[in-house]
């Protein structure tokens, strides 16, 4: 078994409600994401990624921490943290949004679930959201509660994955709209289920609401999917990579603003609301950016996930750094995303990477590199 004493000290670190059940099933590695461990593999990581294409994966992803905001104010403080209007987000839906701060900058990127009127949950990604709104609520004037409440999600996602929610839920599920959600329970343990997911793939999450029940729940998923081949997996980097996903803390930071990064879609600058980082988000607008997170193949031999941020250089000239690269079994290429100077963003612009395995060729491209239009995911 895993010897978790060789990554912690203490009871700093949190654990998930699926904690126990992730370790029965042979997690091998896991990662710190927002002060809990984060289950990152189980098999070899490309047999991982070929079971999310071909079948169907389960995974603990209890690290989106649920930031609850609710109270008469609930809206009007939401729609303030967020440049996406939250006035067009209807009860049931869910959003994928930027919070940003008063430079524009990124502060997370979670998904937000609307449950009420004036209720809502982000799903937070890497960073410390629910400090930053209690900071932004102490001085708003605003009647709102803002904490983390019991909520547990995990990811199922795969091909496969409707079968298994339709033999968890029943037929109601497969009628749930991508980015919609039903409130519901499962032999008793309350659940949010949303059509959701971090793989590009056709996929659902289950948040869990009572902690105590989490291997229950486990148990339950794990029944629901044998016959389709199910197995607890971490998220896969290769298939995130592919379809264009970004990773909060890697491909955008405090330091970017929507604009950098391919988020702009999400920045409605004509909205009547006046969310933190507006004016500094039209004048960004106004002047264009200097920077831009781009697509890249890399030529060479197949690459690990890169863990540093490796050098792009234009000549002899180091330009920028490739935020996340991996090797992609079926395109047979190495891909990644780039942060560099917008005169080098042009597709097909040629570059050169400093890899572990030493200087290689590469190129800008477009980006998704698969399913640019999430055929997949909404299927």
């Not at 030493?358 to 800008?364: C, E, K, Q, S």
Request: with cysteine; proline share 6%.
């Amino acid at each position: 078994m895993f010897d978790m004493a060789t990554i912690q000290r203490g009871a700093r670190l949190r654990r998930s409600p699926y904690f126990n059940a992730t370790l029965r099933h042979g997690c091998s590695a896991y990662t710190v994401y927002n002060h809990m461990f984060l289950p990152t593999q189980y098999d070899d990581l490309e047999k991982e990624y070929r079971r999310l294409l071909g079948d169907v994966t389960v995974w603990d992803v209890s690290v989106e921490r649920q930031v609850e905001i609710t109270g008469p104010d609930g809206l009007a403080f939401a729609n303030m943290l967020t440049p996406r209007d939250l006035t067009k987000c209807s009860i049931g839906q869910a959003k994928y949004v930027v919070i940003t701060a008063e430079d524009g900058g990124i502060v997370n990127d979670p998904v937000l679930l609307r449950l009420g009127e004036n209720h809502f949950w982000f799903a937070a990604a890497d960073s410390d959201m629910l400090l930053w709104a209690k900071g932004v609520a102490c001085n708003a004037g605003m009647d709102v509660d803002i904490r983390e409440p019991d909520v547990s999600p995990m990811q199922i996602q795969g091909p496969q994955s409707k079968a298994v929610v339709q033999a968890l839920f029943g037929d109601r599920v497969l009628s749930l709209a991508y980015y919609c959600f039903l409130e519901t329970e499962l032999d008793g343990i309350p659940v949010v289920v949303t059509r959701t997911g971090w793989s590009g793939e056709v996929g659902y999450e289950i948040y869990l609401r009572d902690g105590s029940r989490g291997e229950d729940l486990w148990d339950r998923v794990m029944t629901a999917g044998q016959p389709y081949n199910i197995a607890p997996t971490g998220p896969s980097d290769i298939r995130r990579i592919e379809a264009g996903i970004l990773n909060y803390g890697i491909d955008m930071t405090l330091e970017n603003n929507p604009f950098e990064v391919g988020l702009d879609w999400m920045v409605d600058l004509d909205q009547e609301s006046a969310f933190i980082g507006k004016d500094a988000l039209r004048d960004i607008q106004r002047r264009g950016v200097h920077r831009k997170l781009v697509g890249i193949e890399i030529g060479g031999e197949a690459l690990d996930l890169n863990t540093t941020a490796w050098p792009v250089r234009d000549g002899e000239n180091e330009v920028g750094h490739v935020t996340s690269a991996v090797y992609s079994p079926r395109l047979e290429k190495n891909i990644g995303y780039a942060m560099v100077p917008i005169d080098l963003a042009a597709i097909d612009t040629k570059l050169n990477v400093v890899t572990p395995d030493g200087d290689a060729p590469a190129r800008v491209v477009p980006k998704p590199f698969i399913d640019p239009k999430k055929n997949v995911p909404k299927a």
